[in-house]
Each structure stands twice: as C-alpha cells, then as structure tokens.
C-alpha cells in the first residue's frame, strides 16, 4: 500500500527530513533555509560559557590576592611601629640601629608561620630592613621594610610585586631643659583675680583675711592701701545688715560670708607664666 504525502503542508515540512527522497528539490531548499544557522546557535553559547567561566574565576582570584596583599601591608606596617618603638627606647644605650634585631622584631609580631604561609615570597625570610638607619642629626630612626608578593601567574614566569614600607620614629634622646635656677622659670603663687605674683605661698597678701565690722563703723576702715571699701556687686543689694565682712586687701564689703568676691583660688605657675602681673611689694623682694 503506497501512503500518499501532502507536501504543501507548512508544519509536515518542518518534520519531514529533508533526505527523503519524495521531496521536491524547491522543498529541500526551503527547508534549509528556514533551519540553517540552528545546529550552530546552541553550540555557540556553549563557546561562550566556556571563554566567561575561566575569566570570572581569574577575576575572583584577583580580588582574592588583592584583599591578601592589603591583609600583608597592614600587618607589617603595625610590626614595624611597634619594632620602631623598641628601636628608639634601644637608641640611648646604643646609638646605632640594629636591622637584624629589627627584622626580628617585626617577624615574631606579624608570626613567621604567618608569613611563611603567605603570598609574601619567600615567607619571613623575604622580609628585609637593610636599609634602615637612625640619624644622630636629627635624632629619627628612619625605617624602611621591603618584600615581594607573588602575583596569580605561573612560578616561571616570576611575576611579582614589590612593596616598600616605611616610617620614622623619635629617637627617646630626651631634649635640653633650660633649667629650674633660671630666673623665668621659677615658681610663683597668683591669685585668679589678683594682679600681683607672690614668691612666698604665705604672704598675708594672697590669703585673705576676713573680719566682720558694724555697718554703722564701715566708712571708718581702711584697706592696706588705704583705700575705701564699696558695697559688693555680688551679695549686697539694697540696704546693708547690720554688720558687713571686709578683707584687709580687698576693696569691697560684703553680706555674705560665703561670697565668691572673699574667695580665692590660688595657683602656683611658672614666673614666665604669670601673665603680666606685677612682683608683691611684700614677698618679691
């Protein structure tokens, strides 16, 4: 029994393989027109896939030695300030800078087996301070750290990167002191409100000495300098009480005991420090 096809069917088209030889030449050619280019799509996002995978891992792994190399650099910039202290206590004892001690001291804070496990070449044994000195002219122990990481490229290819480091520590040399006799920079005693420097913390001017008075005997009294006394802007408002306080250096008078104006704060400062005030007629002679 011989089956009869329809050809001019659209979707019978697309399902008849084109090697059968009960199509037409004109099928056959439209049929691979309308398929050609297929086979070869799928087999192009595979190429692709392919050529990104590698691309991103290599990207991964760039950041990966980036965050590493960063890791390194801070961990060494930290050992070598704490080894720049230790060498600046050492300079008084020995003035000279010691490199191996220093590249010591910088290995045991960062951990040989830390660096021996890491991407610096040759591990704690690539770490060098050779270069560093100290300057007895400006008294500054100037270090200088030097190493190589290795990058993500193949070993023979040596590809490497390398970092220096360095910082600059205060020799503790101590520094010239102008000295305690000098006439400056000897001790004196003021008074916050005072306009005088006292060279004896007992002179009866810097302390004061209070004492109570009738109000009605008040215009009789004296200061020291043989001034008047005029009603405190502090305690006295309106008219007085029976009896006032009054201090032998002071010019005011006062209702209340408790007055910060017959209070002082003393203060002991250097003679180069005391602001402009006078010497005490009584004590700075």
Not at 84 to 93: R, S, T, W
Not at 157 to 166: D, L, S
Not at 244 to 250: H, L, Q, R
Request: glycine residues 8%; proline residues 3%; charged residues 20%.
């Amino acid at each position: 029994m011989v089956q009869n096809y329809n050809y001019s069917s659209k979707k019978l088209q697309e399902k008849v393989p084109v090697s059968d030889p009960k199509i037409s030449t004109v099928q056959k050619q439209r049929w691979n027109r309308k398929n050609k280019g297929k086979d070869y799509t799928n087999g192009s996002v595979t190429v692709e896939a392919a050529m990104a995978i590698p691309i991103f891992l290599f990207a991964i792994l760039c950041i990966v030695y980036i965050l590493e190399i960063q890791s390194i650099r801070f961990s060494v910039s930290a050992a070598t300030q704490h080894a720049g202290k230790l060498a600046a206590e050492q300079i008084p004892i020995v003035s000279v800078l010691n490199p191996i001690k220093l590249k010591a001291d910088i290995v045991n804070m960062v951990g040989a087996e830390r660096l021996d496990r890491s991407i610096v070449d040759g591990g704690s044994s690539g770490i060098h301070c050779f270069t560093s000195y100290y300057d007895t002219g400006d008294e500054v122990v100037h270090i200088y750290v030097n190493y190589r990481v290795k990058l993500p490229f193949p070993q023979h290819m040596h590809v490497g990167q390398k970092i220096r480091q360095e910082i600059e520590v205060k020799a503790w040399t101590g520094y010239p002191h102008k000295g305690l006799d000098d006439e400056d920079d000897s001790i004196v005693y003021i008074a916050d409100t005072g306009s005088v420097y006292h060279t004896n913390y007992q002179c009866s001017a810097l302390h004061v000495q209070i004492q109570f008075v009738p109000q009605s005997a008040l215009s009789g009294y004296r200061n020291e300098s043989g001034g008047r006394y005029y009603a405190c802007e502090h305690c006295v408002h309106g008219s007085t009480m029976s009896g006032v306080y009054i201090a032998d250096y002071g010019t005011k008078y006062h209702n209340s005991l408790n007055c910060s104006g017959l209070k002082r704060s003393i203060r002991s400062v250097k003679k180069s420090q005391a602001g402009g005030r006078r010497a005490c007629s009584k004590c700075a002679n």
